[in-house]
């Protein structure tokens, strides 16, 4: 018999002293993607709470990227369930040390406070809640925490989608929407980088020797950005420019790195076409310019997860907090590999989060334990495969 959600609510309250000083430790550690011990500094303390909570952890050394972290746990029933989080942010080293966890007017802050490490606290202690009162009706838990989801997942993806074809369900610890919201459907991300290649020489004695490269791909970034659609999902993006060597030096190399985001897989296909077109156009015949790059996450719809959501809507009105299916969204998470493989996936189901991946990006404190509740209460309403 599923526990009262409303029981759970109140265990995962008690809980929250205890899940607010596991957070700030973990804010307090800068562990961006490329921050590789600081990742595996969360990744030890992790490990040794999924532990402690009765799983077997694996901690797997990767090429290029921090260490993962696998939980797995079996218990006496049936259906296997994969839990995924990340342990990286997108701040590089040294945010920690100016931008410290705080609490305020109900609110935590710090780098990475809602994506994910709210989440990765959350789903810990929902789990703590559950074996407390019992729980054994699944067959098995995989817990499988990522050290470069930041990054597009670009080494973990085959362990990820290896563990979903394991999985009766995917649950994705990404932080709720403002508001609750639920995410069943994401689209296509891409990550490509445009390198241009000129002639250097001196900007005062030898100006007409030289063909810079900056100004080459300067001239392609409205170009770029002009392929932007928000409102129907596409968004194409110039996040960096790296160029020139000096000053007085007209600059032989340049690059911009684009991130590309499509609702549907049509989309993306048009995008890849157009994004190749600027790139081939040559401003000045001698600066070449190369694209690499490729779309680095499948889009999902939403038609075999809306049951999950179904599940987890009602319980979130059982307990009175706020709950609602986000529309399709162009954000990427690893949801995006688990539902490639066919696998019922809901995500989103962190606590709620605002202003993500800014620097005012905040959690409702009090979203720790309801969300925690409804995550809880959802693992045991598992639909039986």
């Known amino acids: 018999m599923p526990t009262d959600v409303r029981l759970l609510r109140d265990g995962m309250h008690a809980r929250l002293p205890a899940m607010l000083a596991l957070l700030e430790r973990l804010v307090n550690i800068d562990s961006g993607s490329y921050c590789r011990d600081g ?5 030890v303390i992790l490990a040794d709470e999924l532990a402690r909570r009765g799983f077997d952890v694996t901690l797997r050394p990767m090429t290029g990227c921090a260490d993962q972290v696998v939980g797995y746990k079996r218990l006496g029933g049936t259906g296997r369930l994969l839990i995924l989080g990340h342990m990286d942010t997108v701040w590089p080293a040294g945010t920690a040390d100016t931008w410290r966890y705080a609490q305020s007017n109900g609110r935590a802050t710090g780098p990475g406070v809602g994506d994910m ?62 508001g609750g919201g639920l995410v069943t459907a994401r689209g296509a ?67 911009i790195d684009i991130d590309v985001r499509a609702r549907t897989a049509e989309q993306a296909g048009i995008l890849l076409t157009q994004i190749d077109s600027i790139a081939s156009e040559q401003h000045d015949s001698r600066v070449s310019t190369r694209l690499t790059g490729q779309m680095t996450r499948p889009p999902f719809n939403a038609e075999r997860n809306r049951p999950l959501f179904a599940i987890a809507d009602a319980l979130a009105s059982e307990i009175g907090i706020p709950s609602f299916e986000v529309p399709p969204t162009s954000g990427g998470s690893d949801a995006n590999f688990a539902a490639a493989m066919k696998v019922p996936v809901l995500d989103g189901l962190g606590p709620v989060c605002t202003d993500i991946c800014s620097r005012n990006e905040a959690i409702e404190v009090a979203s720790l334990a309801d969300r925690g509740a409804l995550f809880a209460a959802l693992i045991e309403r598992l639909p039986r495969p």
Not at 39 to 43: L, R
Not at 126 to 131: T, W
Not at 160 to 167: C, V
Request: aromatic fraction near 6%; charged fraction near 20%.
């Open 39 to 43: 990742v595996n500094a969360v990744g």
């Open 189 to 255: 991300v891409g990550a490509f980088f445009m390198q241009a290649q000129g002639v250097s020489a001196h900007c005062a004695t030898n100006h007409r020797k030289g063909a810079s490269a900056v100004c080459e791909l300067a001239r392609k970034v409205p170009a770029l950005d002009a392929l932007s659609d928000p409102e129907a999902g596409v968004i194409v993006n110039v996040g960096v420019f790296h160029g020139g060597a000096a000053r007085q030096v007209i600059p032989a190399d340049a690059r």
């Open 117 to 178: 490490k709210g989440g990765l606290v959350m789903a810990l202690f929902a789990l703590s809640e559950l074996a407390e009162r019992g729980f054994d009706a699944l067959h098995s838990i995989r817990f499988f925490l990522v050290p470069d989801e930041e990054i597009g997942s670009i080494h973990s993806r085959p362990d990820i989608e290896a563990a979903a074809r394991e999985a009766d369900w995917t649950l994705v610890l990404e932080p709720a929407r403002p």
